[in-house]
């Protein structure tokens, strides 16, 4: 059916995947904004055009910003930041008075020869086109059923995003939780979601690992995180690409996506996904500065589970979404908001369950989870991975080691702990498979609980929940809606603590 779509959709999914020359970044209709203008070209102050424009450059060791307003050459909008240049554009007056942007050091990693880049690419474009032809399917599919609500064309809606910009203030959060985002996924169509890409300037590195590189990104005047992917994780960035856009993922506790894009550039191709940024970082970095009072502890740990519970569950009907299990649970992807709820992040192992359609779709990633935070059964190699309850089991495994970690960081009676990595006291850094497998698995090891939660009658309760997600026998533990229902319960009882003698 998605063969019989009209020719625009083909051209809008050809230009998705990169494959014709678009123009995404277009004026508005013929109105101009007024700009900051600081340029050796500036005739005044302030300059009007279509949309204004920073501008920098090294030349000869020395960095100059240029900002000016634009006026032709939208292309220029498409800059990705190299070593030597980076561009940002944006449609709001004076949205460029403020901006300072970074180049962006590049050690990258490009590909051996041009004769690779193929390779590469093929698959994972394939894989793409299939995923996008099938949202376009669903879209069409539901965008029929609510034709009366008024029709525009596809192609229309990426100018009235950007027209849009003009009046809004958050237009992320508008466009986001507008009726034009896809019927399918929790993301936007795909051009938009390009559009929006290439109008992100990347502004400072704020993590780094074997995955890649996050980077605090700036669209239209609000900061969105930009997780480049590593060239070998490819699969990692198609994982999490393809459950976003097909599963309705939106849930306070889950990070919002926003965008996906793949660009080759320099015979290198670039893997980009936009998601929500949050300035307090991962829940990892925010224990290192943070010391909590047991109510912050709960709070933190209540939220993460509704997120844990939202992905395992199933939810049946057209606004459904399949049973997931995360299989890479740990503070580093859980990410801490300005509310100080927790939010889970990094699908890319993610497998997906229907019960009601029956499949079970575990991907393709050779990645695996993070050592430290492996169960029992996956290092000793028992787990049943034709079986997805086995994978949900051990997401609870790595979810009582998250709730350990943030009960060390818990004041009572003006004690606490440092911040450790589980295991810390019984593994190296950047553990082995083997050394793991000693611990968990032959001494049968778990990490201390603190003794005094033990005079908190909630935090009590809180040990007991993580000796219950830490059974060797799998099934045995805790499910993420029992985790998140105690937990509520925990965090709303009244907190008198035991009498100490
Ligand atoms: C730009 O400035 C001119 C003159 O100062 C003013 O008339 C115009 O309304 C401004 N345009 C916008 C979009 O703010
Ligand atoms: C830029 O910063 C100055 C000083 O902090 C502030 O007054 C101005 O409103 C800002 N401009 C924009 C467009 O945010």
């Known amino acids: 059916m998605a063969l019989g779509a009209p020719r625009r959709d083909l051209l809008m999914l050809l230009m998705a995947l990169g494959l014709t020359p678009g123009d995404p970044v277009r004026s508005s209709g013929g109105s101009l904004v007024n700009c900051t203008c600081k340029s050796p070209e500036c005739r005044g102050p302030i300059c009007q055009g279509a949309w204004c424009t920073v501008v ?5 060791g020395v960095s100059r910003e240029h900002r000016s307003c634009g006026t032709r050459d939208p292309e220029l909008c498409r800059g990705r930041p190299t070593e030597f240049f980076n561009h940002y554009c944006c449609y709001k007056s004076f949205c460029n008075q403020n901006v300072s942007l970074t180049l962006k050091a590049t050690p990258s990693e490009q590909p051996s020869g041009d004769g690779q880049l193929p390779l590469v690419l093929g698959p994972v474009l394939a894989l793409l086109a299939l995923i996008a032809l099938g949202a376009l399917a669903l879209w069409h599919i539901r965008r029929r059923r609510r034709k009366n609500r008024g029709l525009h064309s596809q192609l229309g809606e990426s100018s009235i995003i950007l027209k849009a910009s003009e009046q809004r203030d958050s237009m992320l959060g508008d466009l986001l939780d507008s009726d034009c985002t896809t019927g399918s996924g929790s993301g936007l169509p795909f051009l938009v979601q390009r559009t929006v890409a290439r109008q992100v300037a990347l502004m400072e590195c704020v993590g780094k690992g074997r995955y890649g ?3 605090r990104g700036l669209w239209h005047g609000e900061s969105v995180a930009v997780k480049i992917f590593s060239s070998r994780d490819e699969q990692s960035w198609f994982r999490e690409t393809e459950i976003y856009n097909t599963v309705l993922l939106r849930h306070d506790n889950i990070l919002g996506f926003i965008a996906s894009d793949m660009t080759s550039r320099n015979s290198s191709t670039q893997l980009w996904l936009i998601t929500h940024y949050h300035e307090h970082g991962s829940l990892y970095d925010f224990l290192q500065r943070q010391t909590l009072e047991p109510q912050l502890a709960l709070q933190l740990a209540v939220s993460a589970a509704c997120g844990l519970a939202h992905l395992h569950v199933e939810i049946f009907g057209t606004q459904g979404k399949p049973a997931i299990a995360h299989r890479d649970l740990k503070s580093r992807n859980v990410l801490v908001k300005s509310n ?14 229907s019960q009601s359609s029956d499949y079970l779709d575990i991907g393709n990633n050779p990645r695996v989870g993070t050592k430290r935070y492996m169960a029992p059964e996956v290092l000793d190699e028992q787990i049943r991975t034709d079986c997805f309850e086995s994978y949900k089991w051990t997401d609870i495994w790595a979810f009582g080691l998250v709730l350990w970690e943030i ?7 003006g004690i606490v702990e440092d911040y450790r990595p589980p295991f810390y006291d019984a593994v190296p850094n950047d553990p082995s498979f083997e050394d793991m497998k000693k611990v968990v698995c032959v001494d049968q ?9 033990a005079a908190d ?12 997600c830490w059974y060797p026998n799998p099934s045995a533990r805790l499910t993420a809606l029992r985790i998140k229902k105690t937990l509520q319960k925990l965090s709303s009882s009244p907190r008198k603590p035991k009498a100490t003698h």
Not at 56 to 60: C, D, G, K, R, S
Not at 407 to 412: P, S
Not at 445 to 453: A, G, K, S
Not at 457 to 468: D, F, K, T, W
């Open 56 to 60: 920098l450059v090294q030349e000869e």
């Open 340 to 353: 100080l709820q927790c939010c889970i992040a990094d699908l890319g192992l993610a497998v997906m369950h």
């Open 407 to 413: 009960t060390r960081r818990v004041i009572v009676n």
């Open 445 to 453: 090891q778990t990490p201390v609980i603190p003794n005094r939660l």
């Open 457 to 468: 009658p909630v935090l009590s309760g809180l040990a007991q929940m993580m000796r219950e």
């Open 213 to 215: 590189e996050v980077w």
